[in-house]
């Protein structure tokens, strides 16, 4: 018992102790902290008061000058000589004059900061001024810069300085019209000596380093401590911050704020002077400002390290008899620790390995199939193949599902928080789902309400993998009928919007008993080994766990041979209500009359609600035959009713090729069709002739951003059609190896590297392999490189170990990097990142993944051969043709090019290259075509050849590159022919 209140006793006296340390530590910062404020508060605001007492003694300085200026406006005399002398032979014989020069020399006297006081005609044909100065006939009152705004002003105007033509004095004027009952009689004004304004400004003391600024309302310095930039530079034009405190001095702000001036900050208040449109500034270095702030922060430091030193003593001695104690428990749960943290590890690297192990001959696999599809295979041939695809993409989707299992029961499987939008999830869904339905005659909908399409915050990700699950197991259970998924608004708040999901199925449905046993882990409705339906049974599970972890709850209702509906809400914030995706048509087509054929009843009220969406007119019919009928009504009549046409490919009364030769005869010209069908038959359209082929096809499942592109492409292209023909194939078969671009592939494994090799060649590619990072870097310097596609796990050097050598070398900061590897544990990705690599790419490739990231990182072809193809309206002789041409006259260009400028004959040299600018424009050599018109640009803008001399090199460059792949072309075509 005794033992038990020591214990206590210590620990309630550590406890004291801490709380004690903290009080005093957070109170200390506290009143430091404020105290730094109010004091650096108070220097700030008596900057700022220093400004504001400037710009008060110079806004008397010129209400003086002001007041005089005025008391000569109204001066009887003047007013009289002003209304009587009209010319200038006129001036002098005034019977004013006398009174007017006396007046002008009695202002003169009162202020000795005072030139020349003078008055102007109307006309400006004269000025006469105090001391009997009068101008010379050749004077033209009008071309003063100020004349203009001076006759528009009402007030005193202040001129910006100038030199007096009179006495050559640097000068400024005060200026105001002369006027009476409304009409201008002519001018009045003062020159001021800027010699006067030093006096005043230096009066008035800003600490002991201190000085201001006098800017004018154009930010001329009329007074600075540097006296060289005293209206010879404008404060406007000076760079950084000090310019742009400058521009807020000229629109009349006051303020403060710290500025960089020759590696020394000051402070730099600022006011406006009110009268003249001026502007003064005080500028002290901040410091001399916050010398007394520096004091007291080392005084409290001082203060409170002694008391912490004091403080720390006493608590090791006082904790220095449980040091023992608490050691001993340490071990202890470090042991503990460090064996859960053993078994973790054993069993994330377990899985690591399993995954890698098994990705990477999937890739293979995977990579091979795809590459296979593009052969000449038989029938059965093209079966076995696609079968051997789909079994290896869903040996891939159980590796996963067996992964996010693992991470779901350990505990570090996370949700994000980006932004996203419904739509784009259910667009991407829906791709995914055309491949799973494969020949299923089914309708797969996907309904989503058009309140719901607004940017959201959450975790797109996983919602997609949740909507896949789900109906790719309702797609897995149903032979007839349809699988729908709809999203609906359930509430709102004004941050948060609840949305329901539902996925329902006509498929087999489930008894009461199976459901019971559906979420348990790999179990399935059908639970014999011989079963029907394959499948981890984890799809479910891991749904449910992610539903849960997202704030909802998955609910099922089931009926066996009636179908299920599974369904949950989640909550989103809602980023702003006003960002939606849009889907509003061009002008013209709003109340657009759309004709739909869809024989099943759902699908097609589905599709009509989406065309209303879009501000469409549709109207909907579930046969052919009763297309036909009301088209041919149409044809009748005279009058074309429906301009746009949409044909579902899957209804029962569509007899092939006939039907739509059919269609096209009665839809016109003018008509534009939209064929609905599935993934596997839109390869079908290939084989029908082009005049026959509908103007555009959209592959099921449909959803509200493919239908939206599709119509907005076709109306928009009215007759054009997009659908693949023999033609189009053939165009999309033609390579010239390396047109694209060059790619490095540092890839150790045989299969992957001809995988790799096979897809990157056939999309245009050149590639060239590193069995590992040491080739990686010794193949480097021999080429220029677009890219390199970098695998993570090589012997002798790992692709992150060459990718940080790569990255130390400042030639290659900019070289994209994109690492490939058969894990999928975010530690790995996490450093490749950390490497300097830019993207990462999870085997097995994913072919319109590689297609993507090419395009994104590789963006500019050396050739575009769908571009030129077009440009030649698909005829590849004619382009062959070109390339030869190009090749023959092209060779020796560059040295043509060098012998003109080096003779200086640049108006030779710009014909040259503006000649290689178009012909590599109609070539569709698209790096050529922009280095050559940059270069083209640049010798019409100088002669100086250090200017160009680097451009030039980089057209030779290009150039080269071209004429390489076409002579590598050339041969290749060579021993086709021969062999």
């Known amino acids: ?285 901040t410091k001399e400002a916050l010398k007394q702030l520096s004091s007291v922060v080392s005084l409290s430091v001082g203060i409170y390290v002694a008391a912490t030193v004091i403080l720390v003593s006493l608590l090791y001695l006082l904790l220095r008899n449980l040091l023992n104690t608490q050691k001993r428990i340490q071990r202890v749960l470090r042991r503990a620790k460090d064996e859960a943290e053993e078994a973790s590890k054993a069993k994330t690297l377990f899985l690591a390995r399993m995954s890698h192990e098994i990705r990477t001959p999937l890739n293979g696999i995977i990579g091979l199939s795809q590459l296979m599809q593009k052969t000449k295979l038989s029938g059965r041939q093209q079966d076995f193949q696609e079968k051997i695809l789909s079994s290896s993409n869903v040996l891939l989707r159980l590796i996963n599902e067996i992964l996010d299992f693992s991470k779901i029961e350990a505990g570090k499987l996370e949700i994000e928080k980006v932004s996203f939008y419904i739509e784009e999830v259910v667009r991407r869904v829906s791709d995914m789902l055309g491949v799973y339905l494969g020949g299923n005659q089914i309708e797969v909908i996907m309904d989503t309400s058009p309140n719901v399409n607004v940017e959201l915050l959450g975790d797109p990700h996983r919602l997609e993998q949740i909507l896949l699950n789900l109906c790719s197991n309702a797609i897995k259970f149903t032979e007839h009928g349809f ?107 709003e109340s657009l009359p759309v004709i739909v054929v869809e024989d099943h009843e759902r699908m097609r009220d589905h599709i009509v609600r989406l065309l209303r969406s879009f501000a469409l007119a549709p109207v909907s019919v579930s046969t052919w035959e009763q297309l036909f009928r009301r088209l041919e009504r149409q044809a009748q009549s005279g009058v074309q009713k429906y301009k746009l046409i949409l044909v579902d490919m899957e209804a029962d009364d569509m007899y092939g090729a006939e039907a739509l030769s059919r269609l096209q005869s009665l839809a016109g010209s003018s008509g534009i069709t939209i064929a609905l069908t599935t993934e596997y038959g839109r390869d079908e359209f290939a084989t029908i002739e082009e005049r026959d082929q509908p103007h555009a096809v959209l592959t099921k499942p449909i959803n509200r951003i493919n239908l939206y592109k599709v119509v907005q492409a076709a109306l928009e292209q009215g007759g054009t059609r997009h659908v693949a023909t023999p033609e189009k194939k053939l165009k999309e078969e033609i390579v010239i190896s390396g047109s694209k671009g060059k790619i490095l592939l540092a890839e150790d494994h045989e299969i992957n590297q001809k995988v790799a090799m096979e897809l990157l060649i056939g999309l245009n590619y050149s590639v060239t392999v590193a069995r590992n990072g040491k080739e990686v870097l010794q193949k480097l310097s021999t080429d220029r490189w677009d890219l390199i596609l970098m695998d993570v796990h090589m012997p002798e050097m790992d692709g992150c170990e060459a990718t940080r050598l790569i990255r130390q070398d400042k030639r290659y900061d900019r070289m994209p990097i994109v690492a490939m590897t058969a894990s999928i544990i975010a530690e790995e990705h996490d450093n490749c990142y950390r490497s300097g690599m830019n993207d990462v790419m999870t085997k097995p490739i994913d072919m319109k993944e590689v297609v993507e990231m090419l395009d994104h990182y590789i963006p500019v072809p050396y050739l575009d051969l769908n571009s030129a193809l077009d440009r030649v309206a698909g005829k590849w002789h004619i382009y062959e043709h070109i390339l030869i041409t190009f090749e023959r006259e092209y060779s020796d260009f560059c040295d043509r090019l060098n012998e003109a400028l080096k003779d200086g004959e640049y108006s030779r040299a710009a014909r040259l290259i503006h000649t290689l600018s178009g012909v590599a424009g109609n070539l569709s050599a698209e790096r050529l075509f922009a280095t050559s018109k940059k270069l083209e640009f640049m010798l019409l803008l100088t002669a100086e050849s250090t200017e160009y001399q680097e451009c030039v090199r980089s057209v030779q460059q290009q150039l080269d590159e071209v004429i390489t792949l076409i002579r590598r072309w050339k041969s290749i075509k060579a021993l086709k022919s021969e062999g």
Do not use: C
């Open 483 to 589: 699988v729908a998924l709809s999203i609906k608004l359930e509430s709102q708040g004004p941050a948060e919007m609840r949305i329901r999901f539902k996925v329902e199925d006509t498929g087999i449905g489930m008894s009461a008993e199976q459901i019971d046993h559906l979420f348990e882990p790999f179990t399935q409705g059908d639970g014999s080994t011989s079963r029907r339906f394959g499948g981890t049974g984890l799809g479910l599970v891991i749904s449910q766990n992610l539903i849960e972890m997202m704030g909802g709850r998955l609910e099922l209702s089931s009926e066996l041979g009636k179908g299920s509906t599974f369904s949950f809400a989640l909550s989103f914030e809602v980023i702003d209500m006003r960002n939606r995706l849009n889907f509003h048509l061009s002008k013209g087509y």
């Open 1 to 285: 018992m005794r033992k038990f209140k020591r214990s206590y006793t210590k620990k309630l006296v550590f406890l004291m102790l801490i709380t004690i340390v903290v009080a005093f530590f957070l109170t200390g910062y506290t009143v430091l902290s404020q105290t730094n404020k109010i004091i650096k508060n108070e220097i700030e605001s008596r900057i700022k008061l220093q400004s504001n007492m400037l710009a008060d003694k110079m806004n008397v300085f010129f209400n003086q000058k002001g007041l005089l200026i005025q008391e000569i406006s109204t001066n009887q005399a003047v007013l009289r000589y002003l209304k009587t002398a009209s010319s200038r032979e006129e001036a002098s014989s005034n019977p004013d004059y006398d009174d007017v020069t006396m007046a002008l020399d009695a202002i003169k006297e009162l202020d000795a900061n005072v030139g020349l006081v003078w008055i102007g005609s109307k006309r400006g044909n004269f000025v006469i001024g105090n001391g009997g100065a009068f101008t010379s006939s050749d004077f033209q009152f009008q071309e003063r810069p100020w004349y203009k705004d001076a006759l528009e002003e009402e007030n005193v105007l202040f001129t910006e300085p100038y030199v007096d033509y009179i006495t050559g004095k640097m000068v400024i004027s005060g200026t105001l019209k002369i006027e009476e009952d409304g009409h201008v009689l002519g001018f009045v004004a003062i020159d001021l000596s800027l010699d006067n304004i030093p006096g005043i400004l230096e009066s008035y003391q800003i600490g002991q380093t201190g000085y201001p600024i006098l800017l004018s309302k154009d930010g001329t310095i009329m007074y600075h401590a540097n006296q060289e930039m005293v209206v010879k530079q404008k404060l406007t034009e000076q760079p950084g911050k000090l310019g742009h405190i400058a521009e807020r001095m000229v629109a009349g702000e006051s303020g403060l704020q710290v500025v960089s001036i020759n590696d020394r900050k000051e402070y730099i208040g600022y006011a406006p002077i009110p009268y003249s449109g001026w502007s003064v500034a005080a500028v002290l270095p």
